[in-house]
């Protein structure tokens, strides 16, 4: 791989690397979330959107309704964020339900290998990471926020393979702090977004501050990593 010195100097181009993250403009295709006046028609979620955030279940678009969906989407740059009780809303909110029905028993299924050792493991179906040694848990599941329709976090076995603290990608100018490469240009990394913002990264997962350092600190080089599922919508 070469002193690891030049290396960072290449940047990433110098790995091969050729997809890092996506820009901090994640909005679907339109740049970041915008400002838009609040919608008072009713939307074809709104009794799900109404229960989530613990709204009266009416099935009618009422303007405090829109407050809080308005809130709901500006904090996780949900583009436009008119108080509308449409489909991306709804995804958001119906994947954080599903992450929480996880519990701590994420690899209930078997689908992640218990006879690796510590390994890192992906679900991109509920953008849910953890880490097991064997059969046991520890650290997560935590949410995350894989790739993107077209630039997909890839599946499959792998390892981490470097690590570097302040990386700071060559091809988006953007920080990747605490990132661990496991595939190319794709690596674990916190960000300074919520990771429920739509679309996805462009391959990496992208992480909290807080998860991204208990990741630093549990793994090391070598160690493996496991990436299965679909990220709904790829």
């Known amino acids: 791989m070469g002193d690891i010195r030049t290396l960072r100097r290449r940047g990433a181009v110098a790995l091969g690397i ?14 970041s979330a ?8 009713t939307g074809p979620y709104q009794k799900q959107v109404e229960k989530f955030l ?3 279940v009416d099935g009618k678009q009422s303007a405090a309704d829109c407050k ?20 991306i809303t709804w995804g958001v909110m119906d994947l954080m339900n599903k992450q929480k029905a996880v519990g701590d ?3 209930k299924a078997g689908k992640c ?10 679900d991109l179906t509920l953008q849910l990471s953890w880490i097991q040694d064997g ?6 599941p935590v949410p995350v926020r894989t790739g993107r329709n077209g630039h997909e976090t890839r599946t499959g076995l792998k390892k981490v393979y470097w690590r570097d603290i302040d990386h700071v990608s060559s091809i988006y100018d953007v920080p990747m702090p605490y990132s661990q490469f496991f595939d190319g240009g794709q690596a674990f990394h916190s960000v300074g977004i ?10 990496c997962v992208n992480m909290t501050t807080k998860d991204a350092v208990k990741y630093w600190n549990t793994l090391r080089k070598g160690d493996d990593v496991f990436v299965y599922g679909r990220k709904p919508g790829t």
């Open 18 to 31: 050729t997809v890092m993250v996506a820009p901090l403009t994640v909005a679907l295709g339109t740049g």
């Open 34 to 41: 915008q400002a838009a006046s609040c919608s008072t028609q």
């Open 54 to 56: 613990g709204r009266p």
């Open 68 to 87: 809080a969906i308005k809130a709901f989407q500006t904090k996780h740059k949900i583009s436009p964020n008119a108080g509308y009780a449409g489909s």
């Open 105 to 107: 028993n994420p690899n």
């Open 113 to 122: 290998p218990t006879d690796k050792g510590r390994i890192a493991c992906v």
């Open 135 to 140: 059969k046991d848990l520890k650290y997560g």
């Open 194 to 203: 919520s990771v429920w913002s739509p679309p996805g990264s462009h391959g």
